[in-house]
Structures are given as structure tokens and as C-alpha cells.
């Protein structure tokens, strides 16, 4: 080879050298290479099942390929790298919603009236007050119109449909037997009524004795009740005593529902010897199932003169206080079971002693209580 020969080729050589790597494979076909098989997740790793582009792998270089070993970017250097976890939470846990509230001045809010209307009844709001003529009208304006005997038909009919009717109505409150010391006595207390919601005539019986002896003492009475308030009538009649000395007794008394369930009955008695005497009973149901009921009673006798004849001494007379337990099979029809002490006191229960008589005795009971 000639020394003009080696000269050429080494200008030649270090032209090429100078020339950018990109620019001296320009134009040639460069094949692909196959793309590598994805690795499995590795346990723990975060981005485990993220669909995420595959990076680029580097094969292994080929030694018969002349361009070994050259690192041939695909796009320009001033481009920006793609990130493969962009959008991606990478805390550990589930990207945070969006704050809608982001961005807004809150110190231009009034929430003293967000509060206010978050307490506020969902109900509608009356559009306009009624006008101030509202019932300042007469209470029976249609009579102006219509006339009082046109709509007098029309009211009683109105009264009639919302409850003023007769009703009849019984109640056997207490029928039992009771047992006290070896003998066994009875007593009764039956009440009942006639009439509509405001006027009433009642009727009551009551009395005691011992099985195989006379009736120590029976009552009747017949009595008008009117309605004074809710739930209270004012009672007056007549009571007839049957049992020991006749005695015929004026009445005057109320009758009704006390707070708390209590059903009283009180009533002054004056008989036609002038002897004033006083009752006042009390009693409540109180439910232990809707069948099951548990109720206490006491009962209070009163006078205010010594009565020889009846064996009553002024002051108190006498007190029982007793509880029953009953079971409604029907509402109408309740079996019971209970016990009762009752005392004589003051004059009453020397009269009781005169007469061979304990002044408290102690009753065991079994009865009925039944109505319709």
C-alpha cells in the first residue's frame, strides 16, 4: 500500500469520528428488538396490577453488530421524560375526591344562618298570617243566612255523628269471695250508666256478709251525672240502705280520671236523721302485659258524728288498702286473685269490739271483673 493510501483512509477514519452518533446511523435499517417478557408483581410492591407501560429493555448487544454498544435515542434530548406513575397516589392509600369547595372565599359566608337552616322544620312556610278577623265572627254566622231553624237539623245530626248518643254501660268492678280466719264472706260492686257524653244517669249497688249469715250491709244507689270538665262528672241522687237499720241518704259527689290514671269516686251522704258521712275510693290498673294487671285500691270511710245505730264513731270509720291481680281472657271477662287489709279506727272500732268483731281483719281474694 502506498503512503498516499494510508493517508486517505486515516483522514477518512477521523472525519467519522467527529460526525454525531445519531447522523452516522441515519438511514439504516436498524430491526427491533423483541420485547422482553414482563416480569411477575413481586409481593408488597404498590404498583401491583397498575396498567403501566412496559420500560424500555436494552438487549443484550449483538457482537457481530457494528453499532454495539451505541445508546440511540428515539426522540430529541430536549423533550420531557414520560412519567410512568403519573396520577398515581403513591402514599399507600386511595387518591383523595376533589375539594368542590376549593377555591371559594369562606369568610364572606354567614353560617350562623347555615346553622339556622339546618334546624329549621322542613315544613312549608305560610306564605301570608290569616287576616285578624279571623273568629272575631258570630258562633253561629249560618243563622244569618240560613236561618236557626234550617240549621238547627244540621247541627244535631253533626252532634250525633262525633259521639252525643245514649250508650248503656255495666261493670261488675268487684264479684269475689273473700277468706279470712276459717269464714268465708262475699261482696259486691256494681256500677253502670245510661246516657250520652255530657249527661248520664247512673246507678250503683254495693255490699258485703258472710256465707250462711243475714247481709251486713247493702246499698243502692240512683244518681243524674253531668259533665263538668274532661274526664269528671258531678253526681247527685238518692242511696237506700238495705242491710241493717233503713236508712235513706241524700248524694251529692264527683266522679272521673285523675293525673295518673287514678279513677276516683267521692261522695257526701246525708240521711234523712241528719247523720253527714263521707266515701272516697281509688284505684289504678297498672299493666304488667297486655293481658296481665295489677291493681291497687283504697277505700276511705268518714263521718262526722257518732252514728250508735250503724255502729260508726265520728272521724275516720274505717280504711282498706288492697291490691288484685288480674288476667283479661277478653277485655269484658277477668278472673283475679288478691288480698285486703281493712281497719276500724277511732269509735268505730271500739262499736266493732262491743260487737265481738276484730278492728282489722285481713282478706284473701278470688274473684271475677266483667263489663259490656
Known sequence: MS?????????????????????????????????APTPAPAPGDPHAGHGMPAAPTTPAPDPAD???????????????PIDPHAGHDMTGGPAAPADPMAGM???TMDHGMMDDAASASPGPAMETPPPPEVGS????????????????????????THGDFPVFWFQGDRFETQVRDGREGYLWDLQGYYGGPTSRLWFKSEG?????????????????????????????????DLGGPDTTHAVI?????SPYMFEVDAALFLSQRGDLTAR??????????????VQPRAEVNLSAQDIPRLGIGSGIDSVEVGVRLRYEFIREFAPYIGIEQSWRLGGSADYARARGEDSSVTNYLVGIRFWF
Not at 498516499?4 to 438511514?27: C, D, K, Y
Not at 457494528?66 to 420531557?80: D, R
Request: net charge negative; glycine share 8%.
Open 66 to 80: 457494528p453499532h454495539a454498544g451505541h445508546v440511540m435515542p428515539e426522540q430529541p434530548a430536549t423533550a420531557e
Open 105 to 107: 372565599d369562606h369568610s
Open 137 to 160: 265572627g258570630p258562633p253561629r254566622a249560618a243563622d244569618a243566612i240560613w236561618g236557626a231553624d234550617a240549621m238547627r237539623a244540621s247541627r244535631e245530626d253533626l252532634q250525633r
Open 253 to 257: 259527689g264527683v266522679q272521673g280520671l
Open 280 to 293: 272516697i275510693e281509688g284505684e289504678v290498673d297498672q299493666r304488667i302485659t297486655q293481658r296481665l294487671i
Open 3 to 35: 503512503v498516499r493510501s494510508v493517508l486517505s483512509a486515516a483522514l477518512l477514519g477521523s472525519a467519522m469520528i467527529s460526525v454525531p452518533a445519531f447522523a452516522q446511523h441515519q438511514g439504516h435499517a436498524m430491526p427491533a428488538p423483541a420485547p
Open 208 to 240: 258485703e256478709g258472710t256465707f250462711g249469715e243475714p247481709i251486713e250491709q247493702a246499698e243502692v244507689q240512683a244518681l243524674y251525672a253531668r259533665a263538668i270538665a274532661p274526664f269528671w262528672d258531678l253526681q247527685a241522687g238518692v242511696r237506700q
